[in-house]
């Protein structure tokens, strides 16, 4: 019994579905949107965001809760974001599980 509601336990935790990036280079703003369904994002939502330029962490935020049920939008500012320039962005749900995106600056 302990075994079948630890795994209807974890088939209810999930990361987010996508993660997408997009970076206005007018206003040097990184935007990030997720998608992270959930029945209440209060108790289950994104918990943890990194960006990672070139492979060296800039920003890490902790989230208490995600903008609705179904994902959430972050805007961060990145300064010198130059051609050939990664930016990887990392989240994590506090339930279980990690999605990540890739952007490059061609």
């Known amino acids: 019994t302990a075994l079948l509601i ?4 974890t088939l209810m935790a999930h990361p987010a579905s996508s993660v997408n990036a997009t ?23 994104i918990s943890d965001v990194v960006v990672r330029h070139n492979n060296k962490a800039v920003i890490t935020q902790k989230l208490g809760t995600q903008d609705s049920k179904e994902g959430g939008t972050l805007v961060y500012k990145i300064n010198n974001f130059k051609a ?12 279980m599980g990690n999605r990540s995106t890739t952007l490059e600056n061609k």
């Open 23 to 45: 970076f206005n280079k007018d206003e040097n703003l990184l935007i990030v949107n997720y998608q992270h369904q959930v029945r209440d994002n209060a108790d289950h939502f």
């Open 6 to 9: 630890l795994g209807a336990g």
């Open 84 to 95: 050939g320039d990664k930016l990887v962005v990392t989240t994590k749900c506090n339930k």
